[in-house]
Structures are given as structure tokens and as C-alpha cells.
């Protein structure tokens, strides 16, 4: 895992499998359903990777041999939210890995300025539990910025929310680190620059669009 000076909550999740998914994910020639079945295994890989820290508690269990204590993950339910529209590529991956979360839904679409703009917010208890956001791609920052904000105001601490993202924009993760320097992003790769449309350069195209094969 890299970090960047610049931005102590970032972490890059450089791991060679996930690096060369995301390049394929890059390529415009990838298609719809293959750019589709990678951002679930990369979810899965970056999702497995992040959980690394969950707490453990001991159970009693029964092997066919002997009784015993054994690991299970701690108190602290997990719940996904995916911000729609393109998180939900990443929670089916998520999904995979945790298949008795919770989901929520956080909904924002981008306005003329690029501010977010909400329009569904449906989510579990938070009592207790330990929220994963994601959205492939942190452009401006906004977007995600108000997600968390979602789950802070409902009393989420930012100790328990992580955000899962595939590719940032320096700009982007800038104005997440000052409104949520205590909640960690993890990245699959920090890009160059933002473009005059606030897309990612290098970047991937439009995460939603390549998702759903929308235009
Ligand atoms: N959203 C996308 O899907 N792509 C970008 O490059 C920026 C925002």
C-alpha cells in the first residue's frame, strides 16, 4: 500500500492484480460487460485488502474433532453504500467478499457547477456499525464529500466509515482531506490532473456511462 505526502488519509492500493485491472478498465476498447466483471474483481481485491483491520472477537465452535475458540469478525456490523450511480459496481464486489452487509444508498447527481445535488438517501442503523462508501472515481470531491457528510450527521464517527474509490483526482482528494481528514480513502490509483469537464485525466472515461453501456 503507497501513501502520498500530500495527503495523509490516502492510500493506494498498488497491488499488482489490482494495477493490472485498472488498466484494462482504462483501455476505451474494453467492453461494457468486461469493464463490468472488472470493477467487481477489483472491488473484491481492494475490498480484502481494506478490511485487513476489522476486529476479531472468539466464538465456541465445534470441529467433528474437538471443541474450540475460534476467529470471527468483532461486534461492529459492516454496512456498503454505493453512491449512485456507478458505486454499485462496486458493491457487488464488496458484496462477494461480505455477503451479509447491509447496503445503503446514497444518490447525488453532478449540477451545471458540479456540485452534488441528492436525491435518495436510504440506509441501515448506523448504531455500531462500520460503513464502507465507494464510487469508482473521486473527480472534484464534492460527491464524495457529501457522502460522508450523510453518514457524519447521522452520527456515523469517521473512525468507522472508510471510502473505496478506484481512481482519484489530486483536486478531488484536496477537498475530501479538508472536509474528512480523519476518514480514509483508499484508491486504486491517484491520477494527474482533472480536465476543463472535471473528468479524470488519465482517468477511465465516465465510470457510469462505461458501466451500464449508457451514453
Ligand atoms: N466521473 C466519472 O465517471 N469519470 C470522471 O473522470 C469524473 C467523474
Redesign the pocket.
Known amino acids: 500500500m503507497k501513501t502520498d505526502p500530500r495527503f495523509p488519509n490516502l492510500f493506494i492500493l498498488d497491488h499488482p492484480l489490482i494495477q493490472h485491472k485498472l488498466t484494462h478498465m482504462r483501455d476505451r476498447t474494453t467492453s461494457t460487460r468486461t469493464f463490468r466483471e472488472l470493477l467487481r474483481e477489483i472491488t473484491l481485491l481492494m475490498g480484502y485488502e481494506i478490511t485487513r483491520d476489522l476486529p476479531l472477537a472468539s466464538r465456541a465452535i465445534e470441529t467433528p474433532m474437538t471443541p474450540m475458540q475460534a476467529p470471527v469478525i468483532a461486534g461492529r456490523k459492516l454496512a456498503i453504500v454505493p453512491v449512485l450511480r ?1 458505486g454499485i459496481g462496486m458493491s457487488d464486489g464488496l458484496l462477494d467478499l461480505v455477503p451479509s452487509a447491509r447496503v445503503g444508498h446514497i444518490g447525488v447527481y ?1 449540477a451545471a457547477d458540479q456540485r452534488p445535488v441528492e436525491y435518495l438517501v436510504k440506509l441501515p442503523d448506523v448504531e455500531e456499525r462500520v460503513f464502507i462508501l465507494c464510487d ?5 470531491g464534492y460527491s464524495a464529500a457529501h457522502a460522508a457528510d450523510v453518514l457524519v450527521a447521522r452520527g456515523v464517527p469517521a473512525s468507522h466509515i472508510l471510502f473505496l474509490a478506484l ?1 482519484a ?1 489530486p483536486e478531488g482528494v484536496s477537498v475530501f482531506a479538508q472536509k474528512h481528514p480523519n476518514i480514509k480513502l483508499y484508491v486504486a490509483a491517484l491520477d494527474e490532473r ?2 476543463e469537464h ?4 488519465p ?8 458501466l451500464f453501456g449508457t451514453k
Open positions: 456507478a453532478r469508482p472515481m473521486v473527480a472534484t481512481v483526482a482533472l480536465d472535471a473528468y479524470i485525466v482517468g477511465l472515461g465516465d465510470a457510469g456511462d462505461r
